[in-house]
Nanobody, 118 residues
């Protein structure tokens, strides 16, 4: 089982950038797709996804502003966020896509809080 530790969140003004990092506890080479998710009050949603071949997909709400990348050699996944908006305020998580499952439930890290002020 791989565990993920997210970092890099904080308070930023609207329009500003922020870069999130995700450290995996072991190799992610064998994980086909990695994703960044976020959860505002309500449902957790997948907002960015990258395959082992480097193909990316984004939710419409972040397309053109966010960039996901992965460094398999370092067991790291990143999310570069530009032109941040107040509606980007959420707790951000990384996980595989589909998520890591233990005993029938997705296993999540602690996440990192992103707060965008207007």
């Amino acid at each position: 089982q791989v565990q993920f530790v997210e970092s890099g969140g904080g308070l930023v003004q609207a329009g500003g950038p922020l870069r999130l990092s995700c450290a995996a506890s072991r190799s992610i080479v064998g994980i086909y797709a990695m994703g960044w998710y976020r959860q505002a009050p309500g449902k957790r949603e997948l907002i960015a996804r990258i395959t082992s071949g480097g193909s990316t997909n984004y939710a419409d709400s972040v397309k053109g502003r966010f960039t996901i990348s992965r460094d398999n050699a370092k067991n790291m996944v990143y999310l570069q966020m530009n032109s941040l908006k107040p509606e980007d305020t959420a707790v951000y998580y990384c996980n595989s896509d589909p998520c890591m499952v233990v005993n029938g439930r997705c296993v999540w890290g602690q996440g990192t809080q992103v707060t965008v002020s207007s």
